[in-house]
């Protein structure tokens, strides 16, 4: 089984919202990682978790909050977005072993902000 | 840093081969990815190289040379399926994965 989870499939959420994208693997994978995709380019690298800790950052706006509650569960706040940052977040994650280090993606959340 | 490129766009007739290059410039580097993905899909892992050669896996293969930072992902014997765009992605140190711009394959028939 090489399925990670991602809801809600599809968010829309006005600027002054707060909401969560939530996202969970019971591969017993223990590195972690949100992405952020625009149309017709590739994902860009957000945040990096390994053994439940925040090992790269990739000095995204603190208007996006990331969250490792256990080895499972992935979560990205949300706040104060801007319309820019529109796109489609995909959640990913891997063995954290070291080799190969294959990443697994979830299906992603759509968002639009208005 | 990270360098990647790819070409943008490739077309190819059902049946035939394609075969997509990737070079790059990784600081670190430490493995090569190809995944396909289909618009509006999330990407799925296709090959890995690390060492210098051929991986093949069933219609699909993928070579990697180390010292040229080169890679191509060779398709064979061409589906309808198989238009997607195809990543390719250079991992460096901390599981960092830095994607290229992505190769879109138009399979016709």
């Known amino acids: 089984d090489t399925e990670v989870t991602q809801t809600p499939k599809h968010l829309v959420m006005g600027m002054t919202n707060k909401k969560s994208l939530k996202c969970e693997q019971h591969m017993g994978h223990r590195a972690m990682y949100w992405y952020k995709q625009k149309a017709k380019k590739p994902p860009e690298l957000m945040f990096v978790?390994?053994?439940?800790?925040?090992?790269i950052n990739e000095s995204v706006p603190s208007r996006f909050s990331p969250e490792c509650p256990n080895s499972s569960l992935l979560n990205l706040h949300l706040h104060a977005l801007q319309p820019e940052d529109s796109a489609l977040y995909l959640c990913a994650s891997s063995p954290g072993t070291g080799y190969q280090e294959t990443q697994y993606f979830g299906p992603g959340t759509r968002l639009l902000v208005l | 840093g990270q360098n990647i490129d790819q070409p943008t766009e490739m077309t190819a007739t059902e049946g035939a081969i394609v075969q997509i290059n990737c070079t790059y410039q990784?600081?670190?580097?430490?493995?090569l990815f190809w995944y396909q993905q289909h618009a509006g899909e999330a990407p799925t892992f296709l090959s890995y190289n690390v060492l210098d050669g051929l991986e093949e896996k069933g219609r699909f293969s993928s070579f990697l040379s180390r010292s040229k930072g080169y890679s191509y992902l060779l398709l064979k014997e061409l589906q309808m399926k198989d238009s997607a765009s195809y990543l390719c992605?250079?991992?460096?140190?901390?599981?960092?994965?830095?994607f290229g711009g992505g190769t879109r394959v138009l399979v016709k028939p």
């Open positions: 978790y390994s053994y439940e800790k925040l090992s």
């Open positions: 990784t600081s670190g580097f430490n493995g």
């Open positions: 992605a250079s991992k460096a140190a901390g599981n960092k994965l830095t």
